[in-house]
């Protein structure tokens, strides 16, 4: 049996250069499928792992009650005080307690050669914001200087837009701002330019903070601050880690992409499906005089049908790897930029993971199998005689 | 037998092969219906808009909110006609849904939007009703709202004097669009401005950014040069441009999505270029004694490369005609279950797009096959060489 399979099977994928045309249609079809699925789930994979690297579980992010986004938080210098002195933050060697209040708004930037502009994170941050963010260090240039109007821009937004190269000027409310370092951290942070906090509250006409970190003394750290400041009547925060805060923002993106995969995989997937059919009832029917010959010397209905299927699951699979290679070298690391929840332009790269590629050959495999399954019966079915006398 | 009947009577021969090349031709005109509405969505904006209004913004970005005081001199500038101010409410729906709101004067939104259609009753109880709010059809209609009713709203932006960010307001008028693409456009609410500038309790005077109304669309860029040249050098420096190309800016804002969208579309089309191309060829290939048996009867060369390609044109006509039939619909049911978020319009433009398509797939697909059945030689067709 498993002989039989083996020879009809290998007859068959041995045919295939004179169908070369045919059998192509599967593969290219296949590879279509895979390539967009894996390319669409890229993007919302890549966007993903840029946010959510950016949060750590050992920092907590108060915002002011129901703010949802940090551009819309807004915290007064006395509650900002009081946030910091809450139970559970972590003290720096002097006893200060290691938190950073912050202040979120936004500016515009072109992108290179458009005349449409888009919109950047301006962040004013306090010296700690800088231990909060282990992660973030500056790559050319110097640190912005206390009190000056000076800027420090993530990489991102320094390869993604125009105007915020080092050296270069931004202009902002009616005041210059020079860029005289560029940072990374390879998250979210690089799509942001950060100030000097109180430089960034006077020209943006902020009394406030948009937020708060704080660096939590202890696994028990967020629970304590919670109870802290709930308890308090003086502000009404939501307090979270700044990993939850990140990752609730990728949620709307996943799901609009993940949608938008779906829908479109899913009605190529059906045109891949009939393509697939054709091209194997074709080569059932190319095939027809060499099947039944088959079928008079003695082999049996059920390795003809294996058979077919396997050679449909084989081509399948092929368009499959070739889509998500094509996918791989198209997209991955492809740096794009939309829009993120505060508003403003989120950098980032398209990852094609492993687990992405895996799941588009497994959509390959089905679509293969269900391509080959008709024509295969087809092929079993077809009396032997008819079809010696046709060819 | 008629030509064209010899035509369809050769797309029946093989039945299997037409219907299931049929349907890939289908699926994949659908896609591409669905995925070029939403490119046009990006790449040229609502043009029903116009340019006879202009939204001036804080320069450094919309969320900047200007001053009221910057109105008596907008006003000022000649060309001019009306002006209105909105600040975003930032509004959020019972769990966690995220609508349009927008605060405004009453009076001065009636004469910067006359598109809006709404009984005078209603324009009415909106200026006079302290807590009032109107909503478009489209959203009353999503979350069935009713004219009387307290909709409760909240902020996700701005708290109240006793910092509770619930808000609540009467809903007083429900309005419509002047015509299908204003009413389309129905799933903006706008709320009085006068109680919420009161209420809040970030204080008065945020007028958020403006909306103008020129006497004279043509007066378009000179009117925002004016304006922007004013308040120059000031804190509060502006940035005016036109309403539809504030619009492009909003949906631009999402940025590359329409490459990747464009991306697809190639994929598709190449896919199915592959697909409906081998089919016919094959079928071609299969028919050639036939073909030599057409020409033996007389048919010129130039006859039998018109059978084939009008064989390959009218799969392609079917199927992408067919597509695009299913598309429009499900173009308006995406539209509605996303609330207009995701306006997918398979209209006119998208539909003449379509028509060119399945032009050049004809063309494409049918004419190397075409032109091999034209230039076949009678004896080794039949002899089959």
Not at chain 1, 66 to 73: I, K, M, V, Y
Not at chain 1, 172 to 192: K, L, Q
Not at chain 2, 46 to 58: C, M, P, S, W, Y
């Amino acid at each position: 049996m498993l002989q039989q399979i083996l020879s009809i099977t290998l007859l068959g994928l041995r045919s295939i250069p004179e169908r070369l045309g045919a059998s192509l249609v599967i593969v290219v079809g296949l590879a279509g499928v895979v390539a967009v699925f894996t390319a669409l789930l890229a993007m919302a994979a890549g966007f993903r792992s840029t946010l959510e690297s950016a949060g750590r579980t050992d920092v907590a992010l108060v915002l002011r009650g129901g703010s949802q986004a940090e551009l819309n938080s807004g915290i007064s210098r006395e509650q900002g005080a009081i946030i910091k002195q809450a139970a559970g933050v972590a003290k720096d060697p002097d006893g200060q307690a290691l938190a950073s209040a912050e202040v979120v708004v936004i500016a515009e930037l072109m992108r290179p050669g458009g005349k449409t502009s888009s919109n950047i994170t301006v962040r004013g941050v306090e010296p700690a914001a800088f231990a909060l963010r282990p992660q973030l260090r500056i790559v050319a240039g110097r640190m912005f200087g206390q009190g000056l109007r000076e800027l420090i821009v993530g990489q991102g937004v320094s390869r993604q837009f125009a105007g915020a190269r080092l050296g270069q000027v931004v202009r902002m409310r009616g005041s210059d701002w020079t860029v005289v370092g560029v940072f990374a951290s390879g998250d979210a942070y690089e799509s942001e330019l950060w100030a000097d906090v109180d430089v960034a509250q006077s020209t943006f006409n902020r009394q406030g903070y948009s937020s708060v970190r704080l660096a939590l003394a202890d696994s028990g750290g967020l629970r304590a601050v919670k109870d802290a400041l709930s308890a308090d009547p003086r502000v009404n925060v939501d307090v979270e880690t700044e990993k939850q805060y990140f990752s609730g923002q990728t949620e709307q993106f996943r799901r609009t992409i993940g949608a938008l995969a779906g829908v479109v995989t899913l009605i190529m997937a059906l045109g891949a499906i009939f393509a697939a059919l054709n091209t194997m009832y074709a080569a059932v029917d190319t095939r027809a005089r060499e099947i039944a010959t088959l079928r008079a010397v003695g082999f049996r209905g059920l390795p003809v049908v294996v058979s077919i299927m396997l050679e449909s699951l084989i081509l399948a699979l092929a368009g499959g790897l070739l889509g998500a290679l094509a996918a791989y070298v198209l997209f991955n690391n492809m740096v794009v930029s939309t829009l993120g929840a505060n508003f403003t332009q989120v950098v980032f790269r398209f990852a094609v993971t492993p687990s992405l590629v895996a799941n588009g050959l497994i959509i390959a495999v089905v679509i293969g199998m269900i391509g080959g399954c008709l024509p295969a019966l087809r092929a079993a079915r077809q009396p032997v005689t008819a079809a010696l006398r046709a060819a | 037998m008629t030509r064209t009947g010899f035509v369809i009577a050769n797309l029946w021969r093989k039945k299997t092969r037409t219907v299931l090349t049929l349907l890939s031709i289908v699926t994949a005109f659908l896609l591409f219906g669905l995925l070029q509405a939403v490119n046009v969505l990006f790449t040229s904006g609502a043009d029903f808009i116009g340019a006879a209004r202009l939204v001036t913004q804080a320069r450094v970005s919309f969320t900047q909110s200007l001053p009221m005081r910057l109105l008596p001199q907008i006003e000022s500038v000649p060309g001019v006609e009306h002006v209105m101010w909105q600040q975003w409410f930032g509004a959020v729906y019972q769990e966690n849904t995220q609508l349009i709101f927008l605060a405004t004067d009453p009076a001065r939104l009636r004469l910067v939007y006359p598109e809006y259609i709404m009984p005078d009753a209603q324009w009415q109880a909106f200026e006079s009703t302290r807590t009032s709010m109107i909503v478009g059809r489209n959203l009353a209609n999503q979350y069935g709202w009713e004219i009387g009713q307290k909709v409760p709203i909240a902020s996700n932006i701005f708290p109240q004097q006793d910092g509770s960010k619930n808000w609540t307001f009467d809903l007083v008028g429900i309005y419509d669009g002047k015509d299908e693409d204003w009413q389309r456009n129905t799933n903006v609410g706008w709320i009085n401005f006068a109680y919420f500038d009161e209420a809040n309790q970030f204080g008065r005077g945020r007028a958020g950014t403006y909306t103008i109304k020129l006497a004279d669309a043509g007066q378009a860029e000179q009117v925002a040069r004016t304006i922007d040249a004013m308040f120059e050098n000031s804190p509060d420096e502006t940035k005016t441009q036109t309403e539809k190309d504030f619009n492009i800016g909003f949906i631009k804002q999402i940025g590359d999505i329409g490459l990747i969208v464009r991306w697809i579309l190639f994929a598709v089309f190449f896919t199915l270029l592959l697909v409906v191309g081998n089919t016919i060829a094959q079928s071609v290939r299969e028919r050639i004694p036939e073909l030599a048996i057409l020409k033996t009867l007389g048919f010129r060369d130039g006859e039998v490369l018109g059978f084939v390609l009008a064989e390959a044109a009218l799969l392609c006509a079917l199927g992408g005609l067919a597509g695009l039939a299913i598309a429009t619909p499900l173009g308006v049911a995406i539209t509605r279950a996303t609330g207009g978020n995701l306006p997918i319009a398979v209209d006119g433009t998208v539909w003449l797009v379509g028509g060119i398509a399945i032009v050049l797939l004809s063309l494409a697909v049918g004419l190397l096959p075409a032109l091999r059945a034209g230039r076949l030689t009678i004896v080794d067709a039949l002899a089959g060489r």
